[in-house]
């Protein structure tokens, strides 16, 4: 995909997205075959690891370590879910930013446009680096605690070990290779595309308020080189941009119907996992081996809730500013007609667009600051317990 190019390219590395031009052939055979494999293990790895908490319902610190790892499975097995059963939609979705009104037209709209690719690439590379590290720090010490012991790096319940080397490296790659490492990749990848969307909403409502204040120039300059009719023109200029904002409206509101599920999940799980992964931390040695992989897990949940936040906020600003660049222009230049359907716009821009979780929670910098008091109320509870 052009837009978003890393995180779609991930998800075509982990068998969840096929190339667009693979639409037909043996690539694409090969490759539906590649994603039954990479799902069909993922799946199977979540479940597995259900039955063992299960099993672990009696006591406590034992359900705690148990359902540590098994919430980000269930989490990535729903993003994997949403990716394959929504592809259609979220293609359609991206074609609209293919559109002539949302390509840009002037030097500034192409630094808006840059400007949101760079921003892009570098949440990317870093929310990549940290979840990579934290899958590296657990797999190098998977290495050296668990293969010369013959032990999984995580609790599972496998009805069909016979304690064979076979199964043996069978189960390890499994959960080394595709239940962390292609899980991870997977939660990076949808994380980022989340993010990204919201980014990509910020840059056109950036670049809408560009041309709205610069609309009598534009007008100015349309004036010189054609001969129209004066009203026919600022009307046809203002449709454009009427047309543009319902076009960026229509593009957050599908976005945030295609992820909202997602998100609230994601949401609820950030919460039980801060929570738990503070418990953990505070029950271990800092020699622990697994304390710098849970430290890192930590880091990795908090960002990703925090990225969700951070730019759902950014778009409720974004999209409140509309009305106010409105001002910025000279708008008396402008006919009676074409001033009250400004009015109209600077009404509508009082309803911010916003990014849900759920359909319930609005994403802003106060929804984060109430999922980090709901953990540390939680962890005080389980803390006491």
Wanted: glycine share 4%.
């Amino acid at each position: 995909m052009k837009v978003l190019p890393f995180s779609f390219g991930l998800f075509t590395f982990c068998g969840v997205w096929r190339p667009l031009s693979w639409s037909t052939g043996w690539k694409k055979v090969i490759y539906d075959f590649y994603s039954i494999f990479v799902v069909s293990c993922l799946y199977s790895y979540g479940l597995m690891e259900f039955a063992d908490t299960i099993r672990s319902l009696d006591e406590i610190s034992e359900f705690i370590n148990a359902s540590f790892m098994l919430v980000s499975v269930i989490n990535t097995s729903c993003k994997t879910a949403n990716l394959l059963i929504k592809r259609d939609q979220l293609i359609e979705l991206l074609s609209i930013l293919d559109n002539n009104l949302c390509r840009s037209r002037s030097g500034h709209e192409d630094l808006i446009q840059a400007e949101c690719g760079r921003r892009v690439k570098i949440n990317f590379l870093f929310f990549f680096c940290i979840v990579e590290t934290a899958v590296m720090t657990s797999t190098v010490s998977s290495i050296f605690e668990n293969i010369p012991e013959r032990t999984l790096p995580f609790r599972v319940w496998v009805p069909y070990y016979n304690n064979s080397e076979l199964a043996y490296w069978c189960l390890y790659l499994q959960q080394v290779i595709v239940g962390h490492g292609f899980q991870s990749t997977i939660a990076i990848g949808n994380d980022t595309l989340v993010a990204g969307m919201m980014l990509l909403t910020c840059a056109q409502l950036q670049i809408l308020k560009h041309r709205q204040e610069n609309l009598p120039r534009v007008l100015e300059e349309i004036r010189k080189e054609q001969n129209l009719d004066d009203n026919t023109l600022q009307r046809q200029l203002l449709n454009e941009i009427i047309y543009h904002h319902k076009t960026i409206l229509k593009f957050a509101t599908t976005a945030n119907d295609l992820f909202s599920t997602i998100i609230f999940i994601q949401y609820a799980i950030s919460c039980y996992v801060l929570c738990i992964s503070v418990y953990r931390v505070a029950q271990m040695e800092v020699t622990n081996p697994e304390y710098p992989f849970t430290v890192f897990y930590l880091l990795c949940m908090t960002t990703q809730i925090f990225y969700f936040c951070w730019y759902g906020n950014e778009v409720i600003l974004e999209s409140s500013s509309i009305g106010e660049s409105l001002y910025q222009m000279t708008w008396t230049d402008l006919n009676t007609s074409v001033q009250k359907d400004l009015i109209m716009i600077m009404n509508r821009t009082t309803h911010p667009i916003v990014f849900t979780s759920g359909k319930i929670i609005i994403l802003s910098v106060e929804s984060f600051k109430g999922i980090m008091k709901l953990s540390y109320t939680a962890f005080n509870v389980l803390q006491q317990t």
